[in-house]
């Protein structure tokens, strides 16, 4: 036996058929953006202080970019 292509929904109206994809869209969340003088500047995109961007870099963690080696027959790192 097929399956039916909709769906039951119990409303205050009683049961009603629900084709798949002709639900009500839900909203979308709006967006708070503030403003530079004239332009629109969206959020987590507007310019910091250069005190805010060292203090970003800070708290960063330090990465190596290159991997370390030691002089040849010395152990980087010697065991206790």
Known sequence: MA???FELEK???GL?????GTEKPKAVPKVKYSF?????VIPGAEQISQKRLLDRLQDKPITPRIGQKSPEGVPLFKAR
Do not use: L, M
């Open 36 to 40: 530079d003088n004239q332009q629109a």
């Open 11 to 13: 409303t205050t109206a």
């Open 3 to 5: 399956r039916d292509k």
């Open 16 to 20: 009603q058929f629900v084709i798949p």
